[in-house]
């Protein structure tokens, strides 16, 4: 296995130059570079895949030339959790890709060579074991993504949104930079292995991760570049940033977790706190946009709170009754892979709306059922599942959520933290399915039933094979997870149990799923062949009859008009009437505190004057200082 974990590298490598090996033929270069990749993608699945099944981890380590650190690899059943939703998004994206730009007239634009980048990044993430490693690879994955974000720098809003995440994601980057110089100097080594040892001042260390890891995976506060970045995105990438890359900072928590060896009962507090400030925060900035893509962005902050939920409530269960969160844990986990595939599929749709009929504005569109009729079915199975509705896969994963807190609550005969935590928690949950189903409503009513709201529908149509079946496999899989969602959950309870430390494991716990994952699927399962049936029945009864086809109700209305119909301010009400000309957090925090350091520190650009002796005796005075502290000390 360790054969393919390099072969996958090497792979990703490959496709990263393929574009400048065939500089001369775009159109070969796009297709080789995607097939590339998604061989690469593919192989990387069978070595996670044995280790989930297997839990025996795979590990290489090679020694380099830095002063710091090694190249040290291991794929756990932790990274092989993660890998598999990262193999199935890739390549459907990749897939994806090709037909969403099968007409770009772009020669070497830098479109795959920075894919294949980002896709490979992301696998050496979660397989890093050694923090310099970890850090470089972040840092490529990151860099990636920027230049994808900036794939149409000649529009300012989409140059406004790439710096934005540029800034965005090095505000973490930086405090994942002292996270590890501080764990390193208690551990002596950058190894994860010997960062596991460490036993004091890891409260500090969660705080940290929590703020640098959080602003990758866009806590709320933290959240302010996944509203500009995954917008200006192709949607192609934008899917594979919503879906995939964002779950590298709840990777991250999920492996400082892991490494630490002793958690305290405010460690989940301050998580399901994040968990239900994002949750509904996420939600209900989402329910007042008016941009498709950027209501989806938000969506994605909302689910992140909702794996932050099930993160809080296996900190809490663990903490104080040992193997009481390891439901939470495999929520968390589950959904996971869950939203991966949604959210992708979500994207995947609103960018073959774009794509037809060239605008984000779900008030210029309506009536789109009809035109694109692939694309609304399989919208509006990604919707049922982002809002939690069974038989989808969005249900089971929640469900798990629940199920852990009830336990929680059950367990306890008293009033205590845990206890509130938890009822915190199913309260939180609820009132965000809701919020969601209402928004997804609005966003699917608007955008796919009534009557066209304007030209741009005109001529719209589904988009070509290369983007319609990567949404076909999306939905299928949404429904597949659902109605079989026994097996996938058991697999995550044996996932989640590694992450419990040995000084909290008890013997015997069943890491079998609920019985009741099988029995909402057959419910559901039943439910629908019922309505099949009846549906069947009543063409068959009405097979010799004449029906006719009459107007819709017209409300009263002789010569109604498109302009008569719910828009998305209806289904808002009164918190969208004033339009939102910025996040709200960017208004009231970054715009003023980062406006206030660019005033303080203007004065400090009088020395960059462009003079090239003065700036040699900036470096020389530099010298004289650190030699002078270095004989001091």
């Known amino acids: 296995m360790t054969q393919l974990l390099l072969i996958t590298i090497s792979m990703y490598t490959l496709a990263a130059f393929m574009p400048v090996f065939f500089i001369r033929l775009p159109k070969i270069s796009r297709q080789i570079t995607a097939i590339t990749t998604i061989v690469a993608s593919g192989i990387s699945l069978i070595p996670a895949i044995s280790v989930i099944i297997t839990n025996i981890p795979v590990e290489f380590c090679l020694a380099w030339n830095l002063p710091i650190g ?144 959080g602003s990758k995976a866009g806590f709320f506060g933290l959240h302010v570049w996944l509203p500009e970045a995954h917008p200006a995105a192709p949607s192609s990438v934008s899917g594979l940033m919503s879906g995939i890359m964002i779950k590298m900072g709840i990777y991250g928590i999920f492996r400082f977790l892991y490494l630490s060896n002793h958690w305290e009962i405010w460690w989940g507090v301050v998580i399901l706190a994040i968990g239900v400030l994002s949750g509904l925060g996420g939600v209900i900035l989402a329910l007042i946009q008016k941009d498709i893509k950027r209501m989806l962005a938000y969506c994605s902050v909302e689910n992140i709170g909702i794996i932050c939920l099930g993160i809080g409530i296996g900190i809490i269960g663990t903490s104080y009754n040992k193997s009481l969160g390891l439901l939470g844990f495999a929520g968390a986990l589950f959904h996971v892979l869950n939203h991966a595939l949604f959210k992708t599929g979500l994207f995947m749709g609103a960018g073959s709306v774009v794509h037809a009929t060239h605008t984000r504005l779900i008030d210029k569109l309506g009536g789109l059922q009809r035109k694109m009729p692939v694309t609304a079915i399989t919208f509006l199975l990604f919707s049922g599942a982002i809002c939690g509705l069974p038989p989808f896969n969005g249900f089971a994963s929640e469900l798990f959520i629940y199920l ?56 719209a149509h589904d988009p070509v094979a290369l983007m319609k079946i990567p949404m076909l496999i999306l939905a299928f899989f949404c429904i597949l997870l659902g109605l079989g969602a026994y097996f996938p959950a058991t697999l995550a309870l044996k996932t989640a149990v590694t992450l419990i430390p040995s000084t909290h494991f008890i013997y015997g716990i ?124």
């Open 70 to 213: 090694s190249f040290h690899l291991k794929l756990d059943a932790l990274s092989a959790w993660f890998i598999i939703p990262l193999a199935i998004v890739s390549i459907l994206s990749c897939i994806y890709g090709l037909g969403y730009r099968k007409n770009d007239k772009k020669g070497l634009d830098g479109y795959g060579s920075f894919l294949a980048i980002l896709i490979g990044g992301m696998f050496m993430v979660v397989i890093s074991w050694d923090g310099i490693l970890f850090l470089l690879v972040w840092e490529l994955m990151s860099f990636a993504a920027f230049f994808l974000v900036m794939y149409d720098h000649q529009i300012p809003s989409v140059k406004k949104a790439g710096w934005i995440y540029l800034a965005a994601t090095h505000l973490g980057t930086a405090f994942l930079f002292i996270l590890f110089v501080l764990w390193s100097q208690k551990a002596d080594s950058f190894d994860f292995s010997q960062m596991a040892t460490v036993k004091e001042g890891l409260g500090t260390l969660y705080i940290l991760a929590l703020l640098g890891f």
């Open 404 to 459: 852990g807190s009830l336990k929680i609550l059950t367990s306890q005969s008293n009033f205590c933290l845990p206890v509130l935590m938890s009822f915190i928690a199913v309260a939180s949950l609820a009132l965000i399915g809701g919020f969601a189903l209402f928004s997804f409503i609005k966003i699917f009513g608007v955008t796919f039933l009534g009557q066209p709201r304007s030209e741009v529908c005109k001529n």
């Open 510 to 633: 069943s890491l079998e799923a609920p019985t009741i994952f099988w029995i909402i699927p057959l419910v559901s399962l039943a439910l629908f062949i019922l309505i099949g049936s009846t549906i069947l029945l009543r063409n068959y009864l009405q097979k010799k009859r004449t029906i006719t086809k009459g107007p819709l109700w017209q409300c009263g209305y002789n010569q109604p008009t498109n302009r008569m119909q719910y828009s998305g301010a209806s289904f808002s009400g009164e918190i969208a009437q004033k339009p939102l000309t910025a996040d709200p957090c960017m208004k009231v925090f970054f715009i003023p505190v980062f406006g206030f350091i660019d005033r303080s520190l203007s004065s400090v650009r009088k020395i960059q004057h462009g003079q090239s002796s003065f700036y040699i005796l900036y470096i020389i005075f530099a010298l004289l200082a650190v030699i002078t502290w270095s004989c001091i000390c």
